[in-house]
């Protein structure tokens, strides 16, 4: 059986179609292998004024400079938003349900507590006691130490936070102790929170020339614990120590209390 190569892919098809078409006059085959040659033509002709048109657009520098642009805007616009982020989360004064809580003040001074997320942060709530240093060293050597804090509800500051209330009334295991204010913290209390950073859980002395030069005041005391954050609803807050040994109820918890 002898094979017939067609020459072109034209030939091929047109064979092909007159093998199983019925084509009733010749002429309209010439013409139709007219049409087809003249469209087959015009095609290529077509396929190749896109493919020289094509790459010439592509390359056109007015194509590009508007997108180098629109990314230059996009990567200013989330650098900015990174930045706004990052500031906001430093000034933010919200606490975790794990926080570091210290109690410091100078011997012949009043005692500070101080709650902080990290003890790399500002601590989202620092207030100065009334109540004496040696007299609640005295109370926690005997045993358990409640302390609550109460402020009053006013209707002119509906939304300020608990936490932002600057001034409380004292109380130390039942007994009243005073008015705490709340305080920024400064370069001083700085110099205390940084000497004892390196601590995550204990008490002891620093001599009053390690932070103020002057140990007027006498030493400083402190001690350092890790506390659980109890949040009963935005007028109630507690603050539980955490014993290192998980055994026994809490030796020292404070109660924030908006009346």
């Not at 012949?108 to 101080?114: D, E, M």
């Not at 600057?166 to 305080?183: D, M, S």
């Not at 700085?190 to 390196?198: A, D, F, I, M």
Request: glycine share 8%; charged share 25%.
């Amino acid at each position: 059986m002898r094979t017939i190569m067609a020459k072109t892919p034209h030939d091929s098809s047109f064979s092909f179609s007159r093998r199983y078409f019925h084509w009733k006059k010749k002429v309209e085959d010439d013409d139709m292998e007219e049409i087809f040659s003249f469209s087959s033509s015009s095609h290529r002709e077509e396929m190749k004024v896109e493919e020289i048109n094509l790459p010439v657009l592509s390359l056109s520098p007015t194509v590009k400079a508007p997108s180098k642009r629109l990314s230059q805007l996009k990567v200013s616009n989330l650098w900015s938003a990174l930045t706004f982020s990052k500031s906001r989360s430093h000034l933010s004064s919200g606490l975790g349900t794990r926080v570091v809580g210290t109690l410091f003040g100078y011997r012949r001074g009043h005692v500070h507590l101080a709650f902080q997320d990290n003890t790399k942060l500002n601590p989202a709530y620092l207030v100065e006691l009334a109540t004496p240093t040696s007299v609640l060293v005295k109370e926690m050597a005997s045993g358990l130490v409640r302390i609550a804090l109460e402020c009053d509800k006013k209707v002119e500051k509906k939304g300020l936070k608990l936490l932002e209330e600057p001034i409380w009334r004292t109380y130390c295991n039942g007994k009243k102790c005073g008015y705490a204010i709340r305080r920024e913290c400064g370069p001083e209390e700085w110099k205390v929170l940084n000497s004892v950073g390196p601590i995550t859980m204990g008490a002891g002395v620093l001599p009053g020339s390690s932070v103020n030069g002057a140990g007027s005041e006498g030493e400083l005391m402190y001690m350092r614990a890790k506390f659980e954050r109890v949040v009963g609803s935005k007028d109630s807050e507690a603050f539980y120590m955490m014993n290192p040994d998980g055994n026994g109820g809490p030796e020292l918890s404070i109660y924030l209390l908006r009346v």
